[in-house]
């Protein structure tokens, strides 16, 4: 299993410009979400999903879309790249099923993001 | 919403002592708190939870301790050592006990020397 894999690894954009962060998961997990981290901030929840189509706002999520197409997808889109965007963002992804209290989370590898 | 707490944002210790860091949560139907070590340039990776059930979890070198009534866990490392050097993140499950989001702390720094 490649686990959960993240596209683009650094990215650069202008202010303004719009891109789409991948992330994939072969786990055959119900649960993935997006973070960020900031210096000093830790990580911060922007969106999550609990399932194909189910989608849901985090501490953060303004700037940013998301969808969940597929169980394996969970893309994030930033609208117009602010330089407040420019931070490492993770996505990670669980098991969950109805009664079980959450699981263990997967991160994969960041995507360095730099917006000018 | 739920918030975490994290402290110290800093820690050093001499090899060999022991390191405690501390979290505090305000949801009080949080059941589910991992602890994650993000070693630089790394990614997050879970290093031990303990759920709501349980006042005490041990794995060698490593416990987590939760005290639901006041609210607070705490990590506790014994022994360390340098390849312990890390940033470490406290968590506690929010909303829905079933939904996996998990809320994190702001990260502690322990730096272990030699």
């Known amino acids: 299993n490649a686990g959960v894999t993240q596209t683009p690894k650094f990215q650069v954009l202008k202010t303004g410009q719009s891109m789409t962060l991948q992330c994939a998961q072969d786990?055959?997990?119900?649960?993935m979400s997006w973070y960020r981290q900031d210096p000093g901030m830790g990580l911060r929840l922007i969106h999550y999903?609990?399932?194909?189509?189910?989608?849901d706002q985090g501490e953060v999520p303004n700037g940013y879309n998301v969808s969940r197409s597929t169980t394996e997808d969970f893309p994030l889109r930033l609208l117009s790249a602010a330089p407040s965007q420019t931070s490492v963002y993770f996505c990670?992804?669980?098991?969950?099923?109805?009664?079980?209290?959450?699981?263990?989370?997967?991160f994969g590898p960041g995507t360095r993001l730099t917006v000018l | 919403g739920e918030n975490v707490e994290q402290h110290p944002s800093t820690l050093s210790v001499q090899e060999g002592d022991s390191a405690v860091i501390k979290c505090t949560y305000s949801?009080?139907?949080?059941?589910?708190f991992p602890w994650y070590k993000q070693e630089l340039g790394k990614r997050p990776q879970l290093i031990i939870d303990?759920?709501?059930?349980?006042g005490e979890k041990k794995d060698q070198r490593i416990a987590v301790t939760l005290n639901k009534t006041a609210k607070h866990f705490s990590l506790h490392i014994t022994e360390t050592q340098p390849e312990d050097s890390a940033v470490y993140f406290c968590?506690?499950?929010?909303?829905?006990?079933?939904?996996?989001?998990?809320?994190f702390g702001q990260g502690t720094t322990l730096q272990v020397k030699p």
């Open positions: 990670a992804s669980s098991f969950w099923t109805s009664g079980r209290r959450g699981g263990t989370q997967y």
């Open positions: 786990m055959n997990h119900e649960y």
């Open positions: 999903s609990v399932g194909a189509g189910i989608t």
């Open positions: 949801d009080s139907a949080s059941n589910y």
């Open positions: 303990i759920r709501s059930n349980v």
């Open positions: 968590a506690a499950s929010s909303g829905s006990s079933n939904t996996g989001k998990l809320i």
